[in-house]
Nanobody
């Protein structure tokens, strides 16, 4: 049974940094894409970034240059380094993992991911 567990969320002032981790147990498909999504208060879940099995990353425009997604396949862990945080980054952050390789254009769509973590709250105050 695949289980994704996020950690590292918390509260920080604007301009600060946080690092999220997502430990994947039972997930043997570390060569497939993984991603971070977030859901701001009273808004829809939105894609933040994804990374393929070779480590190639793609970012939403809203976080490009501030966030870095990475993965350690040996440790079965996904990371999201978040720098220069803004109040609008406040959200519940979810990690997601695929069990196959969708077309690249579909990796921003939540429905293409098979496994999800429980979410980690990130709160950025001004």
């Amino acid at each position: 049974q695949v289980q994704l567990v996020e950690s590292g969320g918390g509260s920080v002032q604007a301009g600060g940094s946080l690092r999220l981790s997502c430990a994947a147990s039972g997930y043997s498909r570390m060569r497939y894409p993984m991603a971070w999504f977030r859901q701001p208060p009273e808004k829809e879940r939105e894609w933040v970034a994804h990374i393929d099995g070779d480590g190639i990353a793609t970012y939403a425009d809203s976080v490009k240059g501030r966030f870095t997604i990475s993965r350690d396949n040996a440790k079965r862990t996904l990371f999201l380094q978040m720098d220069s945080l803004k109040p609008e980054d406040t959200a519940i952050y979810y990690c997601a993992a695929a069990s196959w390789t969708p077309e690249n254009r579909n990796l921003v769509v939540a429905g293409y991911y098979d496994y999800w973590g429980q979410g980690a709250q990130v709160t950025v105050s001004s």
